[in-house]
């Protein structure tokens, strides 16, 4: 066995979270960034905003490792679905 004065240093690195998007206030704008989003994501909605659905937001579990949803500024987000449907629905699309 050779003994060597070299040292090997590792460095692990965690994932950063990233703000995907601010000041999301429609469904429209709520879809694309989802559909955008990769890794450990968050989406900040307008405080206050009332999104109402008209399908379920599909997150994809092969390109998002985490989310987080929160309001710009504390106050409440509401989001209805128009259908009686569930609000979130996962995917993986595999390439």
Do not use: C, W, Y
Not at 29 to 36: K, R, V, W
Request: cysteine-free; overall charge negative; glycine content about 4%.
């Amino acid at each position: 066995m050779l003994e060597s004065d070299h040292k090997l240093e590792v460095e692990i690195q965690h994932p950063v979270t990233q703000v995907a998007a601010i000041g999301i206030d429609n469904e429209t704008t709520l879809i694309q960034e989802l559909a955008n989003a990769q890794g450990d994501v968050v989406l900040e909605i307008v405080g206050g905003s009332v999104i109402n659905l008209t399908k379920p937001l599909v997150i994809d579990t092969s390109k998002i490792t985490s989310l987080s949803i929160q309001s710009t500024n504390d106050s409440p987000v509401i989001l209805n679905h128009a259908n009686a449907q569930r609000h979130f629905t996962t995917s993986e699309q595999v390439s």
